[in-house]
């Protein structure tokens, strides 16, 4: 299940991302640091460039043997320019799409339906 909600009357921004599962939570707090530091022109030539400080870190909550337990969880290192290059060497050189038509129609037809839930 997916919720997306938006409001202009918040004092704090929502986590990024929040799952919850049978056995515990998931909350990242902050956005994808690569696109935090391309807003500030921070760029890819940095060692650090989209590299999530600790304080980014999403925190796994869960119950094991009766106990609470915590932690953060270390964010997995991306790549956005990896799509780009990808896209460019299909456009411009015919290589196989990374991303398949099927899976852009799919992505497509769900944006739809929640929409039309919405305004059901």
């Known amino acids: 299940k997916v919720s997306v909600k938006s409001s ?3 004092l704090k921004e929502r ?11 998931f ?9 935090e ?9 940095h060692a650090d460039f989209g590299l999530d400080r600790p304080q980014d870190y999403g925190v796994l909550s869960y119950m094991e043997d009766g106990q609470y337990h915590e932690e953060k969880v270390v964010s997995e290192v991306g790549d956005y320019s990896l799509f780009y290059e990808a896209l460019y060497e299909t456009l411009a050189n015919g290589a196989e ?3 398949k038509e099927e899976q852009t129609l799919l ?3 769900l944006l739809e339906e929640g ?3 919405l305004e059901n």
């Open 115 to 117: 929409i039309a839930s």
């Open 37 to 45: 530091d391309l807003k500030k022109f921070y760029l890819p030539d």
């Open 15 to 25: 986590p990024s991302f929040v799952l919850y599962g049978d056995k515990g939570t």
């Open 27 to 35: 909350i990242k707090e902050t956005k994808d640091r690569q696109e």
């Open 107 to 109: 992505l497509m037809t």
């Open 8 to 10: 202009y009357f918040r």
């Open 97 to 99: 799409p990374l991303v």
